[in-house]
């Protein structure tokens, strides 16, 4: 069935590095991908995303990498800030879009000074 | 702040009971999702609504109702309450029906504790 997994459940990284966080989907119909981030006590925001004819995708100091051929997402982090703890999940579409979203299981994303 | 509204932010009742939580849209949004998340299961989809009609269902349990009602707010109603229903209850809305784009504006949630 439809099921998206992240490879690491905690990521800690020092402050000014980079981070890299995987995901894993096993949908093979999946063609829209997004990333969202989560703070404490707060709802999902939306981070990036990126369509199914793409393979990379940068916004501001986030990139994401997608590789259809092995079901593989990423989102990379660049110059980690306190501010980016957080728990960071990705998210699939058959749709095109956000109806029926499926996230994985999270990955949390720390960062030692 | 992301501009939903979700009330009451906590919520603690007992096995069997009924409750509703309420969402508020980001103004102009007219689609609405609810979005369970537990630590074992985590954030899953329930249901969308748009312009006040059913859109998408997800795993919702028949025990769950929500609607839309004309001003776009929207209930999420929870009937016959378990022990494994304790959860943060998430909405979210996006302007349109949901086609072209997955951003999602969520709420800061519900969370539902049953004793």
């Known amino acids: 069935g439809e099921n998206v997994g992240l490879h690491l459940p905690t990521l800690s990284v020092q402050e000014g590095d980079n981070s890299i966080i995987n995901c894993a989907y096993s949908n093979s119909a999946s063609d829209y991908f997004i990333w969202y981030k989560q703070e404490s006590g707060k709802g999902p925001q939306f981070i990036i995303d990126i369509r199914s004819n793409m393979d990379k995708r940068q916004g501001q100091r986030v990139t994401v990498l997608l590789n259809k051929t092995v079901k593989h997402l990423s989102l990379q982090i660049a110059a980690t800030q306190p501010g980016d703890s957080a728990v960071y999940f990705c998210?699939?579409?058959?749709?095109?879009?956000?109806?029926?979203?499926?996230f994985g299981q999270g990955t949390r994303l720390t960062i030692n000074p | 702040d992301s501009g939903v509204t979700q009330t009451p932010k906590h919520l603690i009742t007992a096995t069997g009971q009924r409750v509703t939580l309420r969402c508020s849209p980001r103004s102009g949004d007219l689609s609405v999702y609810w979005y369970q998340q537990s630590l074992d299961q985590g954030l899953q989809f329930l249901i969308q609504y748009y312009n006040g009609e059913e859109r998408a269902k997800g795993n919702i349990l028949e025990r769950f109702s929500a609607q839309q009602f004309p001003d776009l707010h929207s209930e999420l109603n929870l009937s016959s309450l378990e022990l494994g229903d304790s959860a943060l209850y998430f909405c979210?809305?996006?302007?349109?029906?949901?086609?072209?784009?997955?951003?999602?504006?969520f709420g800061e949630g519900s969370r539902l504790t049953v004793l």
């Open positions: 979210a809305s996006s302007v349109g029906v949901g086609r072209g784009t997955g951003e999602l504006f």
């Open positions: 998210a699939e579409s058959y749709t095109q879009g956000a109806q029926k979203l499926v």
